[in-house]
C-alpha cells in the first residue's frame, strides 16, 4: 500500500463535495449544514474514545479514520484548508505543550 497523508483525503473529501448528493455521502453531510457535520465528528469522537478505553484496536483504528475523514468534512464546511492546520500543528512544534498551553491562559 502506498503511502497516505491527510492532503490526499482532502482532496478526496474536495472532490465528493462536488459530486451528487445522490452518490455522495460527503456531499450529503455538507448539504445538511455544520451542525450535522460537527455532530458527526464529536460521535466519531466518542467512539474512538471508548474503543479505545475497551482497548479495542481494531475499533480505535477504524474510529481513528473516522474521525480524520470527519474532521476533514468539517474543515470543508467552515471553508479551512488543511494547510491552515498545519500552520498551526508547525507553529506549536517550536514549543512544549505545557508552554503552548500557558501561553493560552494568558
Known amino acids: 500500500m502506498s503511502e497516505f497523508d491527510l492532503s490526499a483525503l482532502e482532496r478526496l473529501v474536495a472532490e465528493r463535495a462536488a ?3 445522490a452518490a455522495s455521502y460527503t456531499r450529503q453531510l455538507l448539504d445538511s449544514g455544520v451542525e450535522r457535520c460537527a455532530k458527526k465528528l464529536g460521535e466519531e469522537g466518542v467512539e474512538a474514545a471508548l474503543a ?3 482497548n479495542d484496536r481494531e475499533g480505535l483504528t477504524k474510529e481513528s479514520a473516522d474521525v480524520l475523514f470527519h474532521l476533514l468534512v468539517l474543515l470543508r464546511a467552515r471553508g479551512i484548508p488543511l494547510a491552515d492546520v498545519y500552520a498551526e500543528l508547525k507553529s506549536r512544534m517550536a514549543q512544549s ?3 503552548e498551553k500557558a501561553a493560552r491562559r494568558g
Open 19 to 21: 459530486a451528487d448528493p
Open 52 to 54: 479505545a478505553v475497551m
Open 97 to 99: 505543550g505545557l508552554a
